[in-house]
């Protein structure tokens, strides 16, 4: 099969397409053969050896494939051969067939077409299982979106809009901002230009913001938590500004305010039946024209190391994806 493949770590021009064996499949395993897969950070990290996971070389990047089963292993009882499924698979993906973990598997409904469920239920599963497990984000609430026009960014803007949250999008263009107003946020921050604590203060006049939903970490970061109104929720989410950031424990003891980890992969791990759950319930909102996550250009595979570039020099607003065939 043909693979982009990472042979040595480094930046996404050190990337190669190359013929490779078909990769084995083990008991609970599925044997995908792509069609379309999913761009995302955490894709840039893996190859340049910074993300926590650590595959050995070489290795596809790749985490979110959407395609037809071809086989399955011994121990898969609830997916079946010729399934249209999506599937988070880690890495793998940049590749004509890849394998994913079945409890990470899901069977598509018949109107969900390939591309779409490749460019959206990682996104929208991770920004779901934060606002709604983690954050228990109340209609009414504020929602502050760091990083908002990415792909964790534009999931958390239309899910905290449906789950009834008044949504405050931050990001760092005007251009950007504009797709976060069309995708239903409600107020608008430029953090290249103003300072976070700031701007939420004057929106919230004074009250602060209930629920921050943060991909970015760093400055942006340590600026936003200063805005958290009592019994206030920050989600950390994610450090694609490449800083974790730091918090003064004194800032959630004065605000009744807590810190919540979102880690999908570890929840869909250890939580399978509440993932699955929250999975139907994006399909559902899916069928039902409620979400749709926003393409912002579909590359081919021998383009795909583009795709990972651009993304690191932050220029996606949605989502890209790599049509595999
Ligand atoms: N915890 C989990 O389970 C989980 C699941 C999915 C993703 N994540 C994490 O969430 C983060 C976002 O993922 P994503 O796929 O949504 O990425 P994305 O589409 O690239 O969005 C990330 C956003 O971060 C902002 N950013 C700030 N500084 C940046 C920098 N130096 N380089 C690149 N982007 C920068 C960019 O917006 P501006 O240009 O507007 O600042 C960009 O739109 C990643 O750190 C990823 O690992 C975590």
Avoid at 88 to 95: I, L, N, V, Y
Avoid at 306 to 312: C, F, N
Wanted: charge should be positive; hydrophobic fraction near 45%; include cysteine.
């Amino acid at each position: 099969m043909k693979a982009i493949l990472c042979r040595t770590h480094g930046l996404p021009h050190t990337l190669v397409l190359a013929e490779q064996p078909l990769p084995p499949l083990q008991p609970d395993e599925v044997l995908v053969k792509v069609a379309f897969c999913g761009v995302n950070f955490p894709d840039t990290l893996l190859i340049q050896n910074k993300y926590q996971f650590k595959p050995p070389l070489p290795f596809s990047p790749g985490g979110e494939v959407a395609g037809i089963v071809e086989a399955v292993g011994s121990d898969v009882k609830h997916i079946n051969t010729g399934d249209r499924v999506v599937g988070m698979c880690g890495w793998g993906g940049f590749a004509e067939y890849a394998v994913v973990k079945s409890i990470r598997t899901f069977v598509l409904p018949p109107d969900i077409n390939l591309q779409a469920a490749a460019a959206t239920f990682y996104n929208y599963a991770t920004a779901y299982h934060a606002l709604s497990d983690r954050a228990g984000l109340m209609p009414g609430e504020k929602l502050l979106v760091l990083g908002a026009a990415g792909g964790a960014g534009m999931a958390a803007i239309e899910l905290g809009k449906l789950m009834g949250a008044t949504v405050i999008a931050a990001a760092s263009t005007d251009d950007k901002l504009k797709l976060c107003q069309r995708k239903g946020a409600d107020y608008l921050i430029n953090y290249s230009i103003h300072n976070v604590k700031d701007a939420v203060k004057d929106i919230s006049q004074g009250a602060g913001i209930d629920v921050i939903f943060d991909v970015v970490g760093g400055a942006v970061a340590e600026s936003a938590i200063r805005a958290i109104a009592w019994r206030g929720r920050y989600l950390v989410v994610g450090f694609a500004s490449g800083n974790v950031p730091t918090f003064a424990a004194n800032i959630p003891l004065l605000k009744g305010a807590s810190i919540a980890g979102v880690f999908w992969s570890g929840f869909a791990e250890k939580e399978p039946a509440k993932n699955a759950s929250n999975m139907n319930q994006l399909m559902q909102w899916h069928q039902e024209g409620k979400i749709s996550q926003q393409i912002y250009k579909t590359y081919s595979l021998a383009n795909a190391p583009q795709a990972l570039q651009d993304m690191m020099d932050r220029k996606i607003m949605g989502k890209a994806v790599v049509q595999i065939r």
